[in-house]
């Protein structure tokens, strides 16, 4: 017997001296199976539920325990459980709770709803601190569904299922647990270490299942879902919702419960509608039981999603604890039809008075070495939700499957069929993959970028690459290159790349570049590849301005210590100015292309800067202040804190150039924040400023140019890092600046409120711009937009109005964003 089996028979008879296991099922009066029963331990926080079939299994201590059975809609059963009944499965029957309103006293003109609720709303905040600190056992368990799922979608066929679904093509998709303990402070500090994960089906994953993730209290104003969605007890309430008296019951025989019929004033807001179960005289919540559509989001993809709540009492501290809590879900798109629950229990409760100074740190998750290698034996003692049996089933089936796809004759078999080669590879692109050694090769074919511009007239773009992974500590290594040919150039330009990332702690990566290629005088490229091909080809207007660069580059990143990043770039270079070589377009017009020379548009001769030659570093560091982050064994993630700035700061250095004139220093800085502003919006910031030294006579090339925009077009990113009425090169400088973005989405605060405009389902965005520049007066924009505008689940359009001024007014402009070009580049 191994050392393995014996620590895990060790842990097994430890587990089952210390517990007792209580198992059966719930059901109604007609034998019907009753899913999410609340069940605990009376006088302590030790509960379950149940799964979809009413079974049910608990771990109690003691030789007779009281087990409390409660389940919306049907009376409480408590029942004594003795010692002899243990390895029975017992069988427990609801009945329908009678819901009591003869002795409310019902006034026509007063709502007894609604003094329920202002009660419920006046203890809001006292209620609250009652959990406003605790330690708990966490348990997650997440499902997902497809049904009827179509072979093909836009005409792409569908098979990657193909072996987990039935002939209906319908089945269980995903299925995951987690078992961690947490440690919790109110408003939003968090310490989870996950002791067990589990994904079905890939003995090596880790499930993405937390409780931070799904902490949805409804003592606070807001839910964070999508949006922000309004509690039933916010402050503001009763702004968005109407109450309806359903009448009451008693638990326990002294606890008068109040049912709530509870509904949104407009359909179009982040509101929920069910009912909301409240304690007469402390006016804590009971249960919850409420819906809400994903329209109702702002997310599109998403049908309805149902979040139901059980609290447990304890006479003992006079606390009633939220034990249980399930999520339902329904979304669809291109005829996906995905459904899903994740299943929480929360148990063994305590609540500290405080908690000591290094509880809660930046690394507000952490998986336990091996905790994804957890043996069967384990999770059968320690799940508290049985299995159904499709779960089961799921299971035993997907790691079968498992087994069968690490074998090299499995993995040999789907590559055959994958790397199968068609002639129409030869203009989308092909992969030769070897799964087994976990490496491929692939060729980028001509299809998407083949675009044109004034310089080179048609060019297309193809690439090689090897790729090499390593799945267990997630890093690779890449080595690839490009080809670029410009038809009305006639010239060829090759390009080669070498990548390595080290490891997922740090996310250390090293890359050597070189070759030739062609680049925009603004390397953050404001104009893309099909964007200006569409503007020039059809409306003459060839906005994009190249050079030449023949480079050869290396640059190392890696974070130093949390929260800070450091790049550092090496580079030597020869840039050369370029000139038009096509005056092509679709359209017949006595309009004429400009020059390539972004300084003298007009002049065909004169170039944007001379050839020359020279070295460039510089180091960038990226703060982010108090940065939050996960340890797995397989690596660090980052996740943010967005209650500060994230910060840019960088040094840039020129030297060995052709001509002193060349060489220049470069500092600059960029602070940026999200700022959310409750129900109200979200607010985005960017500040940038930056300063050259010795700089007089740098070439073009090396000065700050600005995004603009003159198309009306753009793609849909991030709109506070452009002026989208700007000539691209016009504020381009080598002394200094300041830049400021900011916008705020209303996220459907004010639109959902104005009729008819409310069924747009659309966001109001007001932003203002600001760049200022030595010898030159400041330059701003206003803005004022529709986001979110489509129709059905497409989302994809925005619209926005500009004006601008610099000294005085200077012009206006209509944007069209259309967020389906960022997947076309």
Excluded: C
């Excluded at 017997?1 to 014996?6: D, H």
């Excluded at 796809?405 to 080669?421: A, G, H, P, T, W």
């Excluded at 959902?752 to 109001?764: A, C, T």
């Excluded at 529709?786 to 989302?795: A, E, Q, S």
């Amino acid at each position: 017997m191994t050392q393995k089996n014996l620590l895990s028979i060790l842990f097994l008879f430890l587990t089952i001296t210390s517990f007792a296991q209580i198992k059966g099922r719930v059901i109604d009066e007609k034998g019907n199976p009753l899913p999410i029963v609340n069940i605990f331990e009376e006088n302590t926080y030790n509960g379950t539920t149940t799964n979809d079939l009413g079974e049910f299994i608990l771990n109690v201590k003691g030789e007779n325990p009281t087990i409390i059975f409660q389940y919306l809609g049907y009376k409480t059963v408590k029942k004594t459980i003795s010692k002899s009944q243990f390895a029975e499965n017992l069988k427990i029957v609801l009945v329908e709770e009678n819901f009591t309103l003869n002795e409310v006293v019902i006034d026509a003109k007063v709502n007894p709803a609604d003094a329920i609720m202002r009660s419920a709303i006046a203890s809001r905040k006292e209620n609250s601190k009652k959990t406003a600190k605790y330690n708990a056992d966490f348990y997650s368990r997440g499902i997902f569904r497809v049904k009827n799922l179509p072979k093909t979608i836009m005409g792409q066929k569908i098979d990657f299922f193909d072996e987990i679904i039935d002939s209906s093509r319908s089945g269980i998709l995903y299925l995951s647990e987690t078992v961690s303990k947490i440690s919790f402070q109110k408003p939003d500090k968090m310490k989870e270490v996950i002791v067990a994960s589990k994904v079905s089906g890939n003995d090596n994953g880790f499930s993405f299942n937390n409780a931070a993730d799904v902490n949805f209290d409804f003592y606070e104003n807001y839910l964070e879902f999508d949006t922000k969605v309004v509690s039933p007890i916010a402050d503001n309430a009763f702004n968005y919702y109407k109450y309806k008296y359903d009448g009451f019951f008693m638990y326990e025989g002294n606890k008068m419960i109040h049912k709530i019929k509870v509904t949104p004033k407009r359909d179009t807001e982040p509101a929920m509608n069910g009912y909301i179960y409240i304690v007469d005289d402390s006016w804590e919540i009971y249960a919850v039981d409420l819906a809400i559509t994903g329209a109702q989001m702002g997310n599109p993809a998403l049908n309805n999603l149902v979040l139901k709540q059980n609290f447990s009492y304890n006479s003992q501290n006079k606390i009633w604890a939220k034990n249980t809590q399930t999520v339902d879900f329904e979304a669809g798109m291109l005829g996906v039809n995905i459904s899903g629950r994740f299943t929480y229990v929360f148990t063994n409760f305590e609540f500290p008075e405080k908690f000591e100074k290094k509880t809660f740190t930046n690394e507000v998750l952490k998986f336990e070495l091996n905790a994804n290698k957890k043996e069967d034996s384990f999770w059968n003692t320690i799940r508290p939700v049985p299995l159904t049996s499709e779960e089961t089933t799921d299971y035993l089936k997907k790691d079968a499957l498992q087994t069968k796809k690490k074998s090299k004759q499995y993995l040999d078999s789907i590559d055959k069929k994958k790397n199968k080669f068609r002639l129409t590879d030869i203009i989308n692109g092909y992969t030769y993959s070897n799964s087994h050694k976990k490496w491929s090769v692939s060729y980028d074919g001509p299809l998407m970028s083949t675009t044109f511009n004034t310089v080179q007239g048609w060019k297309t773009q193809v690439g090689l690459s090897y790729l090499k992974r390593d799945e267990e500590k997630r890093t690779y290594t890449r080595i690839g290159s490009r080809f670029d040919y410009g038809f009305s150039e006639k010239k060829l330009r090759v390009t080669g790349s070498y990548q390595r990332k080290f490891n997922n702690l740090n996310n250390s990566l090293l890359s050597v570049n070189g070759g030739s290629s062609v680049n925009q005088f603004n390397l953050n490229n404001p104009i893309s590849n099909l964007v200006n091909s569409v503007s020039s080809l059809f409306f003459k207007n060839n906005f994009m301005k190249l050079h030449e660069k023949n480079f050869v580059s290396a640059y190392f990143g890696r974070e130093v210590i949390n929260g800070l990043n450091l790049n550092l770039n090496l580079e030597y270079s020869e840039r050369k100015p370029l000139w038009n070589t096509s005056d092509q377009s679709v359209v017949k017009s006595s309009d004429v292309y400009t020059s390539n020379n972004p300084l003298l548009p007009f002049d065909f001769v004169t170039p944007a800067f001379e050839k020359h030659n020279l070295m460039k570093a510089n180091v960038v560091a990226r703060i982010k202040f108090g940065q939050h982050y996960w340890t797995r064994p397989d690596g660090k993630y980052n996740i943010g804190n967005d209650d500060y700035p994230s910060i840019l700061l960088g040094y840039e250095k020129t030297f060995a150039a052709t001509d002193k004139k060349y060489e220049y220093d470069f500092l600059s800085a960029r602070i940026t924040q999200d700022l959310s502003i409750g129900n109200k919006g979200e607010m985005k910031l960017n500040l940038k400023a930056g300063k050259f030294f010795n700089a007089d006579n740098i070439s073009f090339v090396d000065y700050r140019h600005f995004n603009g925009n003159q198309t009306h077009v753009t793609g849909g990113e991030s709109y506070t890092n452009v002026f989208n009425n700007l000539p691209y090169y016009s504020a381009s400088t080598n002394d200094s600046f300041l830049e400021f973005h900011a916008e705020h989405n209303d996220k459907g605060y004010i639109m959902n409120k104005i009729p008819l405009l409310n069924k747009l389902r659309s966001q109001l965005v007001l932003g203002f711009h600001n760049l200022a520049v030595p010898d030159r007066k400041p330059y701003q924009e206003f803005t004022v937009g529709l986001d979110n505008l489509g129709f059905g689940k497409f989302r994809i359009f925005r619209v926005d109005y500009i004006r601008s001024y610099q000294n005085g007014y200077q012009g206006d402009a209509v944007l069209f964003g259309l967020k389906f070009l960022n997947v076309l580049e």
